[in-house]
């Protein structure tokens, strides 16, 4: 190619490109235009291409169940809050009629913004700032827990262990990661500990760290000198592996560590870096329900689409992602429209039963708040190199081992 | 300036304001983007482009700018037209420690780059345990009704914060343009030239050096303000990360250093490039991620290789309006 | 506060102070001699993270063994990075240099993620997770090795620049880079040498690293921050600077997690970077510049 040609060219592509954006036609849709915005690249690139899976099997098993057609349009939101607003506004001129995401509080609150604005539902998969349900959005719907209710379900199934293994610890040290999630776990057993008094132990040292910790020796060693029964934690997964690798190293050795509700413990990254180390971790957190219907069917579509990924290991945030979607579909259906308005209406008066739910929890009803209430937490053990649901009893797959064997090096 | 640099400048402000009306929203936010970027890029420009003192923590700035008005209006429901004058006296108290420390002490160069870092970085992590500000669960505001303009809280539709945008861009352009024609403009060049004969001259260098950095933070002080209410929440992660501060100033430096039209021409040239690549990789069916980085990482070096002035001064002599 | 839980704390903050040093004194060297500021430090040592990973999942080459071809081939990509493509901008203003390399380090960081995908990586071999136990005190055995490492990769250095004719070449180069031509040098190939050679020292930091952290690719940054602070405290430039700031971080971070609050140790890194940029801008151990 000439020179000229070349110049030729590319101001024509210039043309296109720019002009693209403008010459929009929004297609009378028969398909729901699903655009799912999850952070796939950047400092969160884990869990969002985790969530991704949740959404690449959604449209098959949706056809399936429901007989709707839904397409579903991805955006990268590269961890970073200006490109996941403009990439939220991306999807909308693509025609996308509902949104779906963005496990960040902070980027998912950046997508609410816009949502509102346009009149475009967004569905939050994960995300447990309470602010965002709050702050007086019409078009903005969370089917997950907020960090309150989170913590209140994730304390009261600690009650539920020590009563099913007959212990009684006296103390805890509590350790959690100074993030916008931690911060809001911190607060909420802040507010809700010294109401509950089935709970037998007293919090010793609340220990605080840095999300970017490299190195958490001296959190470890101040926890350790609490000597405190067992280790409460609120953590992210980095953070998780270096915590347990330096409580080894110090030969820290509590009745167990129990999360009221965080990442980090269940995930296989854990289990892979840590190997034996990481069995008998307990993480109460939201979950898929394993004897659930609706868990074997995405988890048939799950198997087929990643043959080599365990489904336990993503089960929540394709559960939650998957339901998300869910919720969108079945509104589709009701309303029989695309009409972003008809949507919203239609997901007010979403009443998905239990057994149409992959995650663990009631019926998905939203409140005026556009907050489902009354989603469910399980006790998650980390038993034989898997994460294992050992609580409550009705969907338990084993039961809970407290306090844990002494570690032996395999 | 000659007439056809003012002709075009002319055409372009024309379909700037005019934008709005054409636009889809898409292009609207991403515009809008784009004059944030741009405008705060100018701010930086101030203090690096006219004055010679390199700063990689901008951030600091837009932080504290918009932590300080979102603060008073979420604590005492005071709007952002009263707000601002915290956040412009709280950046300029913030600038003025760090220039006066740094140009007493005479650091200079890659030193003084590192300091505002630190400032930046120190002034994170402390908002991470202020609890009045939310620490790291953030600060939310409530949001607005959709179609309704409250001009007095600056809340409303897109438009509304495009063309607040565009009338700050507007307005610091025109400053800059003065600036540049102006005692301190010369004397700031003479600076940033060679700063041991600026002084042999008898240019009270630190005075010199001071307004920049006090004018350069209270124009982002400004930036903060908007975005604390475009966005309605503000995280000390997001808005005080150093990759906002690197975000800021890549506009400047491949627009043109120094130069009045380089921030903005290098913000717009950015930001498009960014989301151009994604369309292109979508089209493309390349959906790995991280790919997209890579291209524009790659771009951006190439930019830098090859014209190390920036794109301004390039484009002005092809176009033929000189400076 | 107990005894031994602070003499627990500040030995390991020492330990993990001289590999920061070993990490930053690459950075300290490239500075000293090229006057170029490294802005992709930290994304080159997870570069080298990984590679230790991938030795390890090959041939199950532990990380004290894999530092030798690792550093080699960081030798090799760091001349020819400096040949390549930083020689040009030596004499460029300090805002292209950083753009330049800024740029370099977003290809890394992304390359990695392309590569790897976003999971986190490590190696598990069998004295990391052991500790050896002086009375209360417990030290932390992959710690120390590494530690011991670091110490002996600096001396070696150290030595090099003293008495070896090339290392000598270069200092020239440093101290007067007119001066150095003139003579007849060829500063350039000495600029590629020395950027070789700070390449190697972070890849051996990175072989060391990864029995301390697990790899991801978004790691970069953080380490980059992490480098400067400490080579500036240390004095930029000084090779001895930079071990003693690594010390003198890994020990403060470790002093102010235990005694004020953890979440905000690293904000006393700052400070103390502050305070040593307004008291002694030239660093700890810097000349005066």
Redo the contacts between chains.
């Keep these: 190619m000439r020179r000229r040609q070349f110049n030729r060219a590319l101001a024509a592509a210039g043309v296109a490109a720019g002009l693209a954006p403008f010459g929009m036609v929004r297609a009378q849709a028969r398909k729901l235009r699903v655009g799912v915005l999850l952070p796939r690249s950047g400092v969160q690139a884990l869990i969002g291409q985790s969530c991704q899976k949740g959404a690449d099997l959604a449209p098959g098993v949706i056809r399936q169940l429901l007989g709707v057609d839904i397409e579903i349009v991805n955006a990268d939101t590269e961890s970073n809050a200006d490109t996941a607003r403009t990439r939220a506004e991306r999807l909308i001129q693509e025609g996308a009629h509902v949104l779906v995401g963005a496990f960040d509080s902070g980027h998912t609150a950046a997508i609410a913004q816009v949502a509102e604005q346009r009149g475009i539902p967004h569905i939050i998969n994960i995300a447990a700032a309470p602010q965002i349900t709050e702050q007086g959005y019409k078009f903005v719907f969370r089917n997950f827990p907020t960090a309150i209710d989170l913590t209140r379900n994730g304390l009261a199934l600690m009650g539920e262990i020590f009563r099913a293994t007959n212990t009684v610890p006296r103390s805890a040290v509590f350790m959690h990661v100074n993030d916008t999630f931690g911060q809001a776990m911190a607060k909420g057993v802040g507010a809700l500990l010294p109401r509950l008094d089935f709970l037998p132990f007293k919090v010793l040292d609340t220990i605080a760290y840095d999300p970017a910790a490299r190195d958490l020796t001296v959190e470890v060693s101040k926890a350790k000198a609490a000597n405190a029964d067992f280790l409460m934690l609120v953590c992210r997964l980095n953070d998780a592996i270096i915590l347990r690798r330096e409580m080894a190293k110090q030969r820290w050795n509590p009745m167990g560590i129990i999360s009221p509700g965080s990442p980090g413990l269940y995930e296989e990254q854990y289990t892979r870096a840590l190997g034996p180390l990481a069995e008998y971790a307990i993480c109460n957190t939201v979950w898929f329900n394993p004897k659930s219907e609706m868990t074997k069917i995405v988890g048939a579509a799950f198997r087929k689409q990643n043959p080599k990924d365990v489904l336990d290991f993503h089960g929540t945030n394709v559960g939650y992602t998957f339901d998300a979607i869910m919720i969108a579909a079945d509104a589709f259906k009701r309303a029989r429209s695309t009409e972003p308005k008809a949507l919203a209406d239609a997901i007010r008066q979403t009443a998905i039963p239990v057994a149409n739910r992959m995650s663990l929890g009631g019926a998905i009803r939203f409140n005026p708040k556009g907050q489902v209430e009354g989603n469910l937490s399980a006790a998650i053990q980390n038993l034989k190199g898997k994460p294992t649901v050992t609580l409550p009893a009705e969907f338990a797959e084993a039961k809970v081992v407290f306090p844990q064997p002494a570690y032996k090096k395999a | 300036m000659n007439r056809r640099a003012l002709a075009l400048g002319v055409l372009l402000l024309g379909v700037m304001l005019l934008l709005p009306a054409f636009a889809n929203s898409y292009v609207l936010s991403v515009a809008t983007l784009i004059l944030f970027l741009a405008y705060t890029g100018q701010a930086w420009n101030v203090m690096m482009g006219f004055a010679g003192q390199l700063s990689l923590g901008h951030s600091l700035y837009v932080g504290v700018g918009a932590y300080a008005a979102a603060g008073l209006f979420f604590h005492f429901g005071i709007g952002p037209w009263a707000g601002i004058w915290l956040s412009i006296a709280l950046c300029v108290a913030f600038g003025a420690a760090i220039g006066f420390l740094a140009f007493r002490f005479g650091i200079s160069g890659v030193y003084f780059a590192l300091l505002t870092i630190a400032f930046a970085e120190f002034t994170r992590i402390g908002f991470d345990h202020l609890d009045w500000t939310g620490g790291p669960g953030g600060l939310f505001i409530k949001v607005a009704q959709r179609d309704q303009i409250d001009l007095a809280n600056f809340r409303g539709p897109p438009a509304m914060y495009y063309y607040a945008m565009l009338v700050l861009t507007a307005g610091a352009l025109a400053l800059c343009a003065a600036l540049l024609r102006s005692r301190a403009g010369y004397y700031w060049q003479a600076i940033r030239e060679n700063e041991e004969a600026a002084q042999a001259l008898g240019i009270n260098t630190f005075r010199w050096k001071m307004l920049a950095v006090l004018l350069s933070s209270a124009m982002t002080a400004v930036s903060g303000v908007f975005f604390a209410f475009y966005y309605n929440n503000l995280f000390p992660e997001q808005i005080f990360n150093i990759s906002r501060s690197i975000e800021i100033i890549l506009g400047p430096i491949i627009g043109g250093v120094g130069t009045l039209f380089g921030p903005i021409l290098g913000a717009a040239v950015l930001t498009i490039l960014a989301d151009a690549i994604t369309e292109v990789l979508a089209a493309l069916g390349w959906e790995i991620p991280g790919i997209k980085q890579v291209f524009y990482g790659v771009v951006l070096l190439v930019v830098i290789m090859f014209l190390p002035h920036g794109i301004w001064p390039t484009l002005a002599r092809r176009l033929g309006i000189g400076k | 506060m ?1 005894i031994d ?1 602070v003499a ?2 500040v030995i ?2 020492v330990l ?1 102070g001289l590999v920061y040093g070993l990490m930053a004194l690459g950075l300290s060297v490239i ?1 000293g001699v090229v006057r170029v ?1 490294n802005f992709a430090h930290g994304e080159m040592m997870t570069i080298a993270m990984y590679a230790t990973v991938a030795l390890f999942a090959a041939f199950r080459l532990d990380p004290f063994v894999a530092v030798v071809p690792v550093a080699a081939a960081f030798f090799v990509f760091g001349y020819a990075l400096q040949a390549g ?1 930083i020689n ?1 901008f030596i004499t ?5 240099q ?3 390399v ?6 890394m ?6 590569a790897f ?4 990586r ?1 190696v ?1 071999v ?1 004295y ?4 050896f136990a002086l009375g209360p005190v ?1 030290v ?1 055995k992959a710690r120390l090795y590494a530690a011991g490492t670091a110490l002996a990769v600096s001396a070696a250095l150290f030595a090099f620049f003293k008495f070896a004719r090339i290392g000598k070449a270069i200092r020239a180069c440093a101290d007067n880079y007119l001066g150095a031509r003139v003579v007849g040098l060829d500063v350039k190939r000495y600029y590629a040498f020395t950027f070789g050679l700070g390449s190697a020292c972070v890849a051996v930091a990175g072989c060391m690293m990864i029995l ?3 790899v ?3 790691l970069g ?3 980059t ?2 480098a ?2 400490i080579v ?1 405290v240390g004095g ?1 430039g000084s090779m001895g600077g930079a071990l003693l700031g690594g010390v003198l971080i890994g020990v403060s ?2 002093l102010a ?2 005694f004020i ?7 006393f890194s ?2 103390l ?2 305070l040593v ?3 002694r ?1 030239q660093g700890l151990l810097g000349r005066k510049p």
Excluded: C, W
């Design positions: 107990p839980l627990n704390v390991a903050g993990t500075f500021v493509i040009p460029r203003p300090e805002h292209a950083f753009m330049l800024l740029a370099i380090a977003i290809i960081v992304n390359g990695l993620l392309m995908g976003p999971d986190a490590n598990q069998d990391q997770l052991e500790s417990l932390d301390l952290v697990d991801s690719p978004a940054p953080a380490y921050l992490l400067f602070v500036i930029l971070e470790a997690g235990l609050t953890p979440s905000a140790k690293s904000m700052f400070g970077l502050i940029l307004l008291f801008p």
